[in-house]
């Protein structure tokens, strides 16, 4: 049987660049934290929606909401923490709220590289590491509140002093060949883009079929 994982999304950050929040962005029917949400797998044990303030627009229904520490450095660290601190499972999936093409083979395979000990499996897509689409064991939150509280804002940062383990990039285009587990939507110009990606995977896959 396997074992049961949480979900941690990501949904505080200040969408500066795309001009409204993302995560109530709408594409293909869907807001795209609604994408990710459908993206998890069976063996999700609780949905843990990370906020960056009391007002902000709720824009999934999940099964536990929380906020942020607005007095961390800011950074998506500070919303893992939040939602690690929610977790009743071992390990838990980071995902942002802006990665609507996640797919979840990418999500299980994350979790059939773990082993014990480890404090993350984190994927790598064109040479960088995707710690907003990867998996967390809730042991490392005494590494990342240190990380934090030592003024570290970025996952990445706080990364580089744990024992993490890689889902390597080939490993990685096997389930995903296009990459669209790790295509943020920062701005506009990049739903369009993964809009474009979407349609012309579509169209070739419809040819190979005929």
């Known amino acids: ?22 995560a109530t962005v709408s594409w293909r029917g869907r807001t795209l934290s609604e ?9 999700t044990s609780k949905t843990i929606l990370v906020l960056r303030n009391p007002s902000d627009p709720i824009p999934i229904t999940t099964d536990l909401l929380t906020h942020d520490n607005p007095s961390a450095p800011e950074g998506p660290l500070r919303g893992l923490i939040a939602g690690l601190e929610c977790c009743e499972t071992e390990l838990a999936w980071c ?20 082993q ?14 995707q710690p907003t689409c990867a998996l967390y064991s809730v042991a ?4 990342l509140i240190k990380a934090s509280a030592g003024g570290v ?18 490993t990685v285009r096997k389930i995903d060949p296009h990459g669209f587990s790790f295509h943020n939507v920062n701005r506009p110009e990049d739903l369009i883009s993964l809009e474009k990606s ?11 079929n005929d």
């Open 116 to 129: 014990p000990g480890d404090v993350a499996v984190v994927p790598v897509w064109q040479g960088h590491l």
């Open 35 to 43: 994408h990710v949400l459908a993206a998890l797998p069976d063996q």
């Open 95 to 114: 995902l942002a709220c802006d990665i609507p093409g996640v797919i979840p083979d990418v999500l299980e395979q994350l979790v059939a590289h773990y």
């Open 1 to 22: 049987m396997k074992s049961q994982v949480d979900a941690v999304l990501l949904a505080g950050g200040l969408s500066t660049r795309y001009g409204q929040p993302k």
């Open 198 to 208: 979407f349609s012309a995977t579509s169209q070739k896959q419809e040819q190979t």
């Open 140 to 143: 490392a939150l005494p590494a």
């Open 153 to 170: 804002h970025s996952l990445q940062g706080a990364l580089r002093s744990l024992d993490f383990r890689e889902m390597s990039e080939e």
